[in-house]
C-alpha cells in the first residue's frame, strides 16, 4: 500500500486550523507560530502551532483537519495539545505502595500486605509437644505468623548502627562512656543482643530507642558533670601574707617632763 500524501488543500489551510487552536486555547496570545504539518492518513493532515502559556515549553498545539473525497473545504476533526520535545512532562506513575517511604505513614495509614517480603521468614507453629514450644514460643518469640528473616535482620541492624543512635553521631563521639556501661541500657533478645539495646533514660535524647552498644550520650549512668569554677577570687593563703608594722601618720609628739611636786620640793625651813 502506498504511503498517504500530503493533501494539498489541507496543506493550505492553516489559518483554519489556528483559529481552531485559538479558540479551544482561549486566546490568539497563547498560540505560536506554525511549526509544520504531519500526515496522517488520505485527505488527513496535522498542523502544529507552538504553545506559548507559561508552563508548557516544548508543547504543541496539534489541529487535525480532514476533508471528504472530491470536497474542496476542508473540516476540524480535532484540536489537542500534545508534548513536543524538550516537554516537561510529569513523572510516570507509580504505585501508591511504591512512593511510600519510610516515615510517610501517618496514623490510621495502613501499609498492603505483602505475601512474598524478603524480610519475613515463616514462624513457628505449635507442634503440641509442651517443652518444645515453649522454647521457641516463649524463650525465642516465634510464635507469630512471620519473623524477620536474615535479610530483615541486617537491614535493620545497618540501618540503626549508620543512623543517628550509631557510634558516629556527633553526641556519641563526644560521649565519656559508652552504652554498653550505662545501667539505663535495656538489653535486646535474639542475635542483636550483643550489638543493641533500648535506652530507658528519660533524660538522655535516646529514651526509648535502639542504641548501638559503642553509642554514647551525656546522661550515662557512671558519668558526672564537672564541678563549675566559681567567678570569686581564690582567697589568699596564710604563707602569703606578711606583717608590716606601720607608723601613724602626723609629726612625732614631744615628750615632755613630769611636774615637780611638794614632795620633790627642797626642805627650806
Known amino acids: ?27 490568539p496570545d497563547l498560540v505560536g507560530e506554525h511549526l509544520g504539518t504531519v ?5 488527513l493532515v496535522a498542523h502544529q502551532f507552538a504553545a506559548t502559556a507559561p508552563g508548557y515549553p516544548g508543547w504543541q498545539w496539534t489541529v487535525t483537519l480532514a476533508r471528504v473525497p472530491r470536497g474542496r473545504i476542508p473540516t476540524v476533526n480535532e484540536v489537542a495539545l500534545l508534548p513536543g520535545e524538550g516537554a516537561i512532562l510529569a513523572p510516570a506513575w507509580v504505585p501508591w505502595a511504591e512512593r511510600l517511604r519510610p516515615g510517610d505513614l501517618g496514623p490510621g495509614d495502613v501499609l498492603p500486605y505483602l505475601p512474598d517480603d524478603d524480610r519475613l521468614d515463616q514462624g513457628y507453629e505449635a507442634t503440641g509437644d509442651v517443652d518444645v514450644d ?27 548502627y ?3 543512635h550509631g557510634p558516629t553521631s556527633p553526641g ?23 550489638t543493641f539495646g533500648v535506652c530507658a533514660n528519660e533524660w538522655s535524647p535516646d529514651d526509648g530507642r535502639v542504641v548501638s552498644m559503642d553509642h ?14 566559681s567567678e570569686w577570687p581564690a582567697p589568699p593563703a596564710d604563707t602569703e601574707l606578711e ?9 612625732p609628739v ?5 611636774a615637780e611636786t611638794d614632795e620633790d620640793a627642797p626642805d627650806l625651813g
Not at 39 to 43: K, T
Open 162 to 164: 549508620s543512623g543517628v
Open 1 to 27: 500500500m502506498a504511503a498517504p500524501t500530503l493533501d494539498p488543500v489541507l496543506r493550505a489551510a492553516v489559518d483554519l486550523a489556528r483559529e481552531a487552536a485559538v479558540e479551544v486555547a482561549g486566546g
Open 172 to 194: 556519641a563521639v563526644a560521649a565519656e562512656k559508652p552504652c554498653s556501661t550505662c545501667g539505663f541500657l535495656v538489653l535486646l533478645a535474639g542475635s542483636m543482643r550483643t
Open 134 to 160: 515453649e522454647v521457641a514460643i516463649r524463650e525465642l518469640g516465634l510464635g507469630r505468623p512471620r519473623v524477620l528473616s536474615r535479610r530483615g535482620r541486617d537491614d535493620a541492624a545497618t540501618r540503626w
Open 254 to 258: 614631744a615628750e615632755v617632763e613630769p
Open 216 to 229: 554514647g550520650c551525656g546522661a550515662h549512668s557512671e558519668t558526672d558533670a564537672p564541678a563549675p569554677r
Open 243 to 251: 606583717m608590716v608594722q606601720l607608723e601613724p601618720e602626723g609629726e
Open 39 to 43: 500526515v496522517e492518513g488520505d485527505r
